[in-house]
């Protein structure tokens, strides 16, 4: 894969979310890029209880409140102890602009900060900041001390179940397991949704990003398992369509090859797929990256 094109990580983190709170989304709300100000200042995602009672099924959601301000990191960004000063300030603006005063008390928002590997030396920093970090459960850790809101970091690699299966395929590095686990799990949301239902949506939002940025294990898997090929080859139907899709009405070379570069293809794939010479190929990617 071409590392200049920059992986739209935040769009799949936002869907992977909705697949892990599934069995939780009739008490919630999910709004990506929720502003934060009349000027643009957003926060990755905020998640509304609808009832704000009872508790959720998911141990991400145990700390939520009525509203839950969500920051998400992704493999290719660092988190440090600034991160969380800024999420914490993201917190006091979504108070600040209550419709009236103290409409929305602090003990109605949380903050959730998300990453694959853990910051050790974000940690080290809140030591001296007499912010103490609380592992409750495997991946999920509690921020306490000074701070203003109930906050709790989670760590994807760290997660344990099969409804976290979504946030810890969100990396550039998975394992032969959680790769054969997302598969059955794809194709089983596919069989049993409707292609065009909020949980198909989210999966294939999912599977783009996964597929791209983990293709070299898939590729040994298809080669080494005869049934796994069968399922892969499944599994990105729907993304090579699309891409092919958006190629032909574009009715442009470029089209094509763009569409196929967004889903992580190699300049040598996609030159066999569109009957193009490899060398065509990188010509109209330093065009498209020249034009970005």
Known sequence: MNHEVRTQWHPAFCSAMELNFREDRAQLHFETEHNLSRKPLAVDLLIVRKDGTGELQDPVGRLFARNNLI???????????DTLYKVIGYGCLFKSMSPAVNSIPSDEITLTLIRNRYPRR????????????????????????KIPFRTQLVITRQLKGKNHLWLRVLDNDLGEDDVKQFVSAVQSVRTNSDAISPDARNVDAVAQVVLS????????????????CDALKELMKPEIEESLEKGRQEGLAEGGVNALLQIGWAPSRIAAQLHLSEDRVNEIIKKIQSER
């Not at 920051?71 to 102890?81: F, L, N, V």
């Not at 080290?124 to 306490?144: A, F, M, N, W």
């Open 71 to 81: 920051e998400y990191k992704s493999p290719d960004d660092a988190m440090t102890i």
């Open 122 to 145: 974000m940690i080290e920093e809140l030591v001296k900041e007499q912010i103490s970090c609380i592992q409750k459960c495997p991946g999920i850790y509690y921020l306490t001390g």
């Open 213 to 228: 940025q983990n293709s070299a294990i898939f590729e040994r898997i298809k080669k080494e398992d005869p049934m796994m």
